[in-house]
């Protein structure tokens, strides 16, 4: 059996998206992680670049629970429209390209 003792000290999230439209999104966390992901998202909200530009991003090291660690990325914008959606299901995906305000973001630029 594979320890998992790791989890009562790391931050661990895992991010579950929706299939389609009207199901639910989750995001399950422990305590660690649920703290750090609401720390950041104070300190976005109180930042100078959204107090002042309307937009901010930050992003935070964390873990699935089964080790593998990434980087949690949270942006705040003031318009999100030309975000695409995050469905999972063929059905309902977006084929629409991600910004470029977004991708760097994501690599912290």
Known sequence: MM???YMNKEPCIHILAQDAYHDPAMIIGNKYGLIQLRNMIDDLINSYDFVVKGNASGSIQVFC???EGY???VALR???SDVPLGYTWDVAKDNKPYP???IKAVNNE
Request: zero cysteines.
């Open 100 to 102: 470029d305000w977004l």
């Open 78 to 80: 003031s318009d999100i």
């Open 3 to 5: 320890d998992k003792s």
């Open 65 to 67: 629970n089964d080790g």
């Open 71 to 73: 980087f949690l990325t």
